[in-house]
Each structure stands twice: as structure tokens, then as C-alpha cells.
């Protein structure tokens, strides 16, 4: 069965440094690999994907995405974050061809000024 | 705005009640997925269309819960004999064809509450 895995639930980050949000996968087969990003009041927002091709993915906002096959991760980065980054973020995998996604806890991203 | 937009978006009813939930995706879209998300976690899987066809339902989806997509185009979530614990953001997203390789587009959600 498809799953993932978002280890931390809170990262704390002071504006300007780089962030990570760390997600690892399990699938059989190839991974479908998505991040989101929701906003209190608000609804998923795409962030980016990897589907196949270069492991380095960029997305909206100024996040990238590192997939490393050996290690099943899906790191979500960003190099200087910005207070109005502060959202929970979710990582997903789809779940096979019929298209569902499956998401992870969420890792709360607190931006401090 | 060609997003996703989800009616109501709250939602207080008894236990007991029916109430019912509509979607209406971006249109070009064909893929049409309803998700339930509690406080804390992540959404879960509860059902997909494409177009008019209901192609796969979760095991979260009880026999209390009912969804259409008539003509491939809106859907409706509908929850007949509310308990508290259906209490939950129902999210409705769109995608293109094939799912699994287009991300999907998330409406703002109906928030339930049962009291």
C-alpha cells in the first residue's frame, strides 16, 4: 500500500534562513510525489510535483523538491523563508491510476520574523 | 474565478439530519475526487469520478454517504443520518486525465459540524 510519512509535526524556521519539511514514501511501483500547502480558512494549494525526470523539481513560491529514490524522500526546501510561508504542508502520493491522493499528517511551518 | 467552488461552506445540522454538499470543478477538468479531512491529519480518500462514473469509493464512504456526478459536471456528496463523528472539512478536488499524473485542484471546502 501506498503511504506517507511527514516525521515532524512543527518546524520552526527565523525569516531569511533556508527551510526543509522532511516527507519519506513508501509505494510499489513509481512514485507519483505532490506538495501542498493550506492556509488557515483556505483550501490546498499545489505546490509542485514529481512525476519522473530531474530529481530537483521547482514549484510556486520559491519551493523546490528533492526526490532521492534511495533514500524514499521527498524533502520540501526553500531557500530564505518568509513569514507569509507560515501554513501547513501536506505531502502526497497518488495512489495508483485511479488518481487518488494520499497525504501525510502535515507539518506545521512556523516563520518567525 | 475558474477554480473549484464548494456550497455551503459551512454547515450545522443535528444528529440524525441529512445534509448535502455540491461541487463544481474547473470545467475542462474530468476527474472529480471528494476527500474528508479532520482536525490534525492529513485529507483521506472517500470517492472519484470520472465524468459521470463513481469508479472507486473508500471504505470511509458507509452506506450513510452518497455521491453523484450527474452528466459530468457538478458533483454532490450527501450524508443521510448525520452522526457527530461525520464532523469534518469535506474537500472536493479536479484534475485532469490521468489522475495520478496531474495535480489536483482543491476547492475551500464545506465545513460540518454535527451537533
Known amino acids: 500500500a501506498q503511504s506517507v510519512a511527514q516525521p515532524e509535526d512543527q518546524v520552526n524556521v527565523a525569516e531569511g534562513n533556508p527551510l526543509t519539511v522532511k516527507c519519506t514514501y513508501s509505494?510499489?511501483?513509481?512514485?507519483?510525489l505532490f506538495w501542498y500547502v493550506q492556509y488557515p480558512n483556505r483550501g490546498l494549494q499545489f505546490l509542485l510535483k514529481?512525476?519522473?525526470?530531474?530529481?530537483l523539481v521547482k514549484g510556486s513560491y520559491g519551493f523546490e523538491a528533492e526526490f532521492n529514490k534511495s533514500q524514499t524522500s521527498f524533502h520540501l526546501k526553500k531557500p530564505s523563508a518568509l513569514v507569509s510561508d507560515s501554513a501547513l504542508y501536506f505531502c502526497?502520493?497518488?495512489?495508483?491510476?485511479?488518481?487518488?491522493?494520499?497525504f501525510g499528517k502535515g507539518t506545521k511551518l512556523s516563520v518567525k520574523p | 474565478d475558474t477554480g473549484v467552488s464548494q456550497d455551503p461552506r459551512h454547515k450545522i445540522t443535528k444528529r440524525g439530519q441529512n445534509v448535502t454538499f455540491r461541487c463544481d470543478p474547473i470545467?475542462?477538468?474530468?476527474?472529480l475526487y471528494w476527500y474528508r479531512q479532520t482536525l490534525g491529519q492529513g485529507p483521506e480518500f472517500l470517492t472519484y469520478?470520472?465524468?459521470?462514473?463513481?469508479?472507486?469509493k473508500s471504505r470511509l464512504l458507509s452506506d450513510r454517504f452518497s455521491a453523484e456526478r450527474p452528466k459530468g459536471s457538478f458533483s454532490t456528496l450527501e450524508i443521510q443520518r448525520t452522526e457527530q463523528g461525520d464532523s469534518a472539512m469535506y474537500l472536493c478536488?479536479?484534475?485532469?486525465?490521468?489522475?495520478?499524473?496531474?495535480?489536483?485542484?482543491f476547492g475551500p471546502g464545506t465545513r460540518l459540524t454535527v451537533t
Open positions: 469520478f470520472q465524468n459521470e462514473a463513481q469508479l472507486e
Open positions: 470545467s475542462e477538468h474530468n476527474r
Open positions: 509505494v510499489s511501483g513509481n512514485p507519483y
Open positions: 502526497a502520493v497518488s495512489g495508483g491510476s485511479q488518481g487518488n491522493l494520499i
Open positions: 478536488a479536479s484534475s485532469l486525465d490521468p489522475g495520478h499524473y496531474y495535480e489536483q485542484y
Open positions: 514529481y512525476i519522473t525526470g530531474d530529481n
